[in-house]
């Protein structure tokens, strides 16, 4: 079902903006070696900032209640959106290498939240749901806001950021590639150390994330900015919650 789910989202995305054409907004960067090499400096260093604060959080903070740590979890997502935009312009380079431009917003809005709710709807369907979701409470509303806070900063860093830089300097297909490689295995440590998994079952839930990142570099290229994707993956992380 969810294979399906993103060959069909592939496919409308190719279709909507065809048809809908979304304004280029390719940067030049300066030194695209430099700055790609930097940028997997810079992603190694967040990989083990984020992986250090949540440890921290759980094994010295005791006690914290689930709203309490909701708000550290996604002060650490604002921690590594800015670290990533103070690379960014450390380097010279504008928000618009990142991907975040005024061009094309309200589209990626409504193509993004379009996708998100036809994800919200397909997966209510299969037989993952346990049950239906209730989305008028205030846990809910809550959880939208947590993951807001994931889906824009991981696609800032990693298709923003990141996988702008590797096109750059190596080309669309091996660009994409190793983002989708190091964006699904970031995870491994995460689900090993934090959330208690053994080593097999965090490595193939990994994998599993292979083709949703695949999904997300590709309508990053056709819609020019991280919004679509970003509202996308903030839909799809909220479902799955």
């Not at 496919?11 to 903006?17: K, P, R």
């Amino acid at each position: 079902m969810l294979l399906l789910y993103i060959l069909g989202t592939i496919l409308l995305t190719m279709m909507i903006t065809k048809y809908i054409p979304f304004q280029s907004q390719d940067y030049q960067f300066k030194n695209v070696k430099k700055s790609a090499i930097f940028s997997l400096f810079i992603i190694i260093a967040e990989i083990i900032i984020g992986l250090v604060y949540i440890l921290a959080i759980k094994n010295v903070i005791i006690n914290i209640p689930e709203y309490g740590f909701i708000l550290l979890q996604s002060c650490l997502y604002v921690l590594l959106t800015a670290i990533v935009i103070m690379a960014a312009r450390y380097e010279g380079e504008s928000l618009l290498s990142l991907g975040i431009t005024k061009s094309n917003w309200l589209k990626s809005i409504i193509l993004g939240t379009f996708l998100g709710g036809l994800f919200f709807i397909v997966y209510q369907l299969s037989s993952k749901a346990t049950e239906a979701v209730n989305i008028l409470t205030v846990a809910s509303l809550v959880s939208l806001i947590k993951f807001s806070f994931v889906g824009f900063a991981e696609e800032i860093i990693y298709r923003g950021y990141f996988q702008t830089r590797l096109i750059a300097w190596l080309g669309t297909t091996k660009g994409c590639l190793i983002t989708v490689i190091i964006f699904s295995f970031y995870h491994l440590p995460l689900n090993v150390f934090i959330n208690g998994m053994n080593f097999q079952s965090a490595f193939f839930s990994c994998v599993n994330l292979i083709p949703l990142s695949l999904m997300f570099g590709y309508i990053k290229l056709r819609t020019k900015n991280i919004i679509t994707v970003a509202v996308l993956h903030t839909f799809i992380d909220w479902t799955i919650r």
